[in-house]
C-alpha cells in the first residue's frame, strides 16, 4: 500500500511558541490528542486505617486496591512516619472518578501486613465547579499558640468566643482574616493521627493553609470540595498546636445533592494538547498517546519543549498531572500551591507523574525539576527523552512533514524542513526525522511497563562514507548522567549501565551503503546487499589490473529495496519492524553534485515509485549513497 502525506507550515519569522501549536496541529490531524477526560483527582477527604510499620517511609506512586465507584488510574505519594501514614498526595490524577468515591490501598503497597501495616482508606475529590456554594468570613481576634477565638458567620449563624467551630458545607469558601497578630499561620489539620503534644511539622497533616505568615489585616481564602466532607482542627503555625490542645474545628458537611449545582471541568480535546504553556520562558505542550487502551501503561506523555528555535526537546512518561490546586488553595508562586505538599495535595504543578527512578529519573513528583514550568532550566537540568533539530532559520517557512504509513497506520515519520532554503544536498535544509513508538509486541507487557521510547533517523547529506543512523532513544534521560534513567520504560530492558549509572539512553545502528565500493567499510557497520557491473571484474594483486578477461556475470548484479527494517537492529529480540512501505534504497549516479532532496521520487517501475524522506551520499566523480524512502505508488 502507498503512504499518505500531510504537512504543517509555520511561516517565515516563526518564534519558539510556534514549533509546539505546529507539532499540536499534526497531532490533531493524526487523531493523537486524546480528547476530554473528566473524573480527574485533585484532593482527598482526611483518610483512616494504614496501620503502624514503626519506620519512616515515602511509597511514590501507590495504585488502588479497590474502589467503590468506577474511576481508574491515580495514584498516590503516601509518607509514613514512626506514628503511621501521616500525608498522602494525588500523584497520577486517574479519569472517571466522582467527588466521594472510596479507595482503598491495600497494605501489602505499603509496608505489607507483617509489617504491621493495615489497609488505607479515603475518599477522592475531583476537579468540578460547585455552585450554589456559600461565602463565609471569619476574623481571628486574638489568642496564642494554643487557643485563639473566632469573631464572623458560618451556615449555623454567628461564631465567636472561646474554642470555636465553624461549619461549612462542600463547595461553600471559608475566609480567614488576621485580626491580632503579625504572623498567623491559619492552617485546616487532617484529624488523624492524633498524637498529643508532638511538634510536628505542617507537611504531615495539613489539608489545606498557608505555610506562610498571613499579615494583620490579610485573609485567607479555602474554597472546599465535594468529598471533604469531615472534622478538622485549626492550627496557627507550622509546628504548635497540631495534635495537641484544641483551639477550634472546621466541620464540613455534605453538598447539597442537587445535580445542577456540579459541573465536572474537562481537560484536553480532539484538537488540543492536555496541557500547554506557550508564553514560557521555554514554550511547551503535552500530550497524551494512546497504544494500548485498558492497559495500566497503557498510555505515552510526549511533552515538547522548545527551549531554542533550533531544537525540540521530547521528553516521555508513563503520566502527567495538570493540577495546581490555586483554585482551591491560593498560588504561593514558582510553581506550586501552597499546599501542594501537604495532604490531599496534587504536588508540583504541570508535571510528569509516576515514581522517581522508574518512571522519571531522580527528579521527584515533589521537586520542580519534574515540571516543564521551572522554564529556563529546562536545558541543563530537566529530564529528557531525546532532542531533534529544527535548524533555527527564522527568517525561513519551516515545515513539518508527516509520512504516515499504509500498513500500519500507528506508524508515522516526522520530518522538518525549510523548502525555501537553498541547499546544495539535502542535510542544508531537511533536518529531525524521528517517529515514536506506537505498536504493540509480544517483547514486553503494558501492565507493567510503558513505552518512553523514540526513534530519530539521522543523515549526514554529502558524506566520504554515506550511512544512515538508527537513533533509537529507550527511557527518559538524566540531563547529567548522573544517576539511572526511567527504569519503567519497556524499552529500558535494552540500556546499558557503568558503575551503577546509566551511560546513555539511546542506541546507534548504522546502515552504510556499499555502492561506495571503493571506500572501506567499518568491520561494526550494517550493510546492504549490493553487485554491480563496474566492480564485478577480475582484479589482479595491488595494482588494480585489469587485463584478464574474467569477470563475474552480470547476472549477479543486485541492488534490491531493502524492506523489512528493523527499529533498530542492535536491540534483539527485535521489538517492531518498520512496515515495508518504508524502504532502504542505496543507489549510483554517474553524475556528480546531484541534490536530491526530501520529496524527490525514485521509480522501479511504473507501479513502484517511491518518495526520498532523507539520506546520505558523496557527490564527488559521481552521486551515491543510501536513501530512506516511503513508497507513493
Known amino acids: 500500500m502507498a ?36 473524573g480527574y483527582v485533585v484532593g482527598l477527604s482526611s483518610f483512616w486505617g494504614g496501620g503502624d510499620t514503626n519506620a519512616s ?38 479519569v472517571g472518578y466522582t467527588s466521594g468515591e472510596l479507595i482503598t490501598i491495600s497494605a501489602d503497597d505499603i509496608g505489607g501486613l507483617g509489617n504491621g501495616a493495615a489497609d488505607l482508606s479515603f475518599k477522592v475529590c475531583v476537579d468540578e465547579t460547585v455552585t450554589n456554594g456559600g461565602s463565609y468570613g471569619i476574623a481571628v481576634t486574638n489568642g496564642n499558640n494554643s487557643s485563639y477565638n473566632f469573631l464572623g458567620a458560618d451556615r449555623n449563624g454567628p461564631v465567636g468566643g472561646g474554642v470555636s467551630v465553624v461549619t461549612i458545607r462542600e463547595g461553600d469558601t471559608v475566609s480567614v482574616a488576621n485580626s491580632w497578630s503579625n504572623s498567623y499561620y491559619p492552617q485546616i489539620k487532617n484529624p488523624t493521627p492524633v498524637v498529643p503534644n508532638e511538634a510536628t511539622t505542617a507537611s504531615k497533616g495539613m489539608l489545606a493553609g498557608s505555610d506562610t505568615s498571613v499579615t494583620f489585616g490579610e485573609e485567607y481564602d479555602f474554597r472546599t470540595k465535594i468529598g471533604q466532607a469531615g472534622t478538622y482542627y485549626w492550627s496557627t503555625n507550622s509546628q504548635n498546636n497540631v495534635y495537641g490542645t484544641e483551639s477550634g474545628r472546621l466541620v464540613i458537611t455534605e453538598w447539597s445533592g442537587d445535580p445542577s449545582d456540579r459541573t465536572l471541568v474537562g481537560y484536553g480535546t480532539a484538537t488540543e494538547f492536555w496541557d500547554k504553556n506557550l508564553t514560557a520562558t521555554s514554550p511547551w505542550g503535552t500530550a497524551k498517546l494512546t497504544i494500548q487502551p485498558n492497559k495500566r501503561y497503557g498510555d505515552a506523555y510526549h511533552t515538547f519543549m522548545a527551549r531554542d528555535t533550533s531544537n525540540l526537546d521530547i521528553t516521555t512518561g508513563s ?31 504541570h508535571r510528569f507523574a509516576g515514581a522517581e527512578y522508574l518512571d522519571m529519573s531522580h527528579w521527584s513528583v515533589t521537586d520542580s525539576h519534574s ?21 533555527g532559520n527564522t527568517s525561513f517557512d519551516l515545515d513539518l512533514n508527516l509520512f504516515k504509513s499504509g500498513l500500519d497506520p500507528n506508524f508515522v515519520v516526522f520530518s522538518y524542513k525549510a523548502p525555501t532554503l537553498s541547499s546544495t544536498d539535502i542535510a542544508d535544509n531537511t533536518f529531525g ?58 524499552e529500558f530492558g535494552y540500556s546499558n549501565y557503568w558503575s551503577g549509572q546509566a551511560i546513555n539512553n539511546y542506541v546507534d545502528f548504522n546502515v552504510k551503503a556499499l555502492s561506495m565500493y571503493d571506500n572501506q567499510q567499518h568491520e561494526t557497520s550494517a550493510r546492504m546487499y549490493y553487485r554491480a557491473d563496474d566492480d564485478l571484474q577480475r582484479v589482479v594483486g595491488g595494482s588494480g589490473d585489469t587485463t584478464g578477461k574474467d569477470r563475474v556475470t552480470a547476472v549477479a548484479n543486485s541492488n534490491k529495496v531493502l524492506k523489512g527494517i528493523p527499529l533498530n537492529g542492535l536491540l534483539l529480540p527485535v521489538p517492531y519492524y518498520i512496515p515495508d512501505d518504508f524502504v532502504l534504497i542505496q543507489f549510483h549516479y554517474s553524475a556528480p553534485a546531484a541534490n536530491i532532496q526530501q520529496g524527490d521520487t525514485v521509480t522501479i517501475s511504473g507501479s513502484e515509485v517511491y518518495t526520498v524522506i532523507c539520506g546520505s551520499y558523496n557527490q564527488t566523480d559521481a552521486t551515491r549513497g543510501i536513501l530512506f524512502c516511503a513508497r507513493t505508488t
Request: proline residues 3%; glycine residues 12%.
Open 57 to 94: 517511609d515515602t511509597y511514590h506512586s501507590v495504585f488502588q486496591k479497590s474502589t467503590s465507584g468506577i474511576g481508574t488510574g491515580a495514584s498516590f505519594y503516601i509518607i509514613r512516619d514512626i506514628h503511621g501514614v501521616r500525608t498522602i498526595n494525588v500523584n497520577r490524577p486517574g
Open 433 to 490: 526525522t524521528w517517529f515514536f513508538h506506537k505498536f504493540v509486541t509480544d517483547v514486553w507487557d503494558l501492565d507493567h511497563v510503558f513505552m518512553g521510547g523514540m526513534t530519530r533517523i539521522i543523515f549526514s547529506g554529502t558524506s566520504v562514507d554515506p550511512f544512515i543512523t538508527f537513533r533509537t532513544y529507550m527511557t527518559v534521560k538524566d540531563p547529567d548522567n548522573s544517576y539511572y534513567h526511567g527504569k519503567r520504560a519497556a
Open 371 to 391: 515540571s516543564p514550568d521551572w522554564g529556563s532550566a529546562w536545558s541543563t537540568q530537566v529530564m529528557r527523552t531525546g532532542t531533534v533539530p529544527t535548524g
Open 319 to 349: 503520566g502527567w498531572s495538570f493540577y495546581d490546586g490555586s483554585e482551591y488553595y491560593g498560588d504561593a508562586g514558582n510553581g506550586n500551591s501552597d499546599t501542594a505538599n501537604y495532604h490531599g495535595g496534587t504536588l508540583r504543578k
Open 3 to 38: 503512504i499518505s502525506t500531510e504537512t504543517f507550515k509555520i511561516n517565515a519569522g516563526w518564534a519558539k511558541s510556534d514549533l509546539i501549536t505546529q507539532m499540536e496541529s499534526a497531532f490533531t490531524h493524526l487523531g493523537w490528542n486524546a480528547g476530554t477526560i473528566t
